[in-house]
């Protein structure tokens, strides 16, 4: 398994341009935002059922995502680990919220999509491919990548 760093440097190969950047800043935590939702949006009957309570914040299949994504940061650093666990509690909440009052699924399907446009237009500006199709383990590095830079000292 790669070191934090080696992912990070192969990462930042792709992602040097300064707009390009911004808009990943952007697109990957909406990205990952709107895949904790969609994981919200599947029936939980069975997971509830299964623990014994029903909680919105806690039991339905976005938090079973999160928690093994978590186990994967935290495998490579335990400061990535927090701040993407503070990434995934703001996706939750807000998810929550937003259930309230839109769809969930479509809201963040549509919200998935729009994100994907930008993130294929930076890299058209950066003219350089997505790191992910080279190694489908970049798509758990970018959030990552986007929370360190985003929480680095200047």
């Excluded at 440097?9 to 911004?22: L, Q, T």
């Excluded at 697109?27 to 919105?56: E, K, R």
């Excluded at 996706?91 to 919220?97: A, G, P, R």
């Excluded at 446009?117 to 990548?145: M, N, R, T, V």
């Amino acid at each position: 398994m790669r070191t934090l760093s080696e992912w990070y440097n192969a990462y930042g190969e792709s992602h040097k341009n300064p707009i390009n950047k911004k808009i990943h800043y952007i697109c990957v935590p909406a990205i990952y935002f709107a895949i904790v939702g969609l994981f919200m949006s599947i029936p939980n009957h069975w997971l509830a059922d299964t623990i014994h309570f029903q909680n919105p914040y806690l039991t339905h299949w976005g938090s079973v995502l999160v928690i093994l994504i978590l186990i994967f940061y935290w495998r490579l650093s335990t400061t990535t680990a927090l701040r993407i666990f503070i990434l995934s509690a703001v996706s939750i909440v807000l998810n929550v919220l937003i259930s309230s009052y839109f769809s969930l699924f479509y809201f963040n399907i549509t919200l998935f999509i729009i994100a994907w446009i930008g993130q294929f237009y930076g890299h058209h500006i950066e003219g350089k491919k997505p790191s992910f199709f080279d190694d489908i383990q970049f798509l758990l590095i970018g959030p990552a990548w986007v929370m360190d830079n985003l929480f680095a000292k200047k």
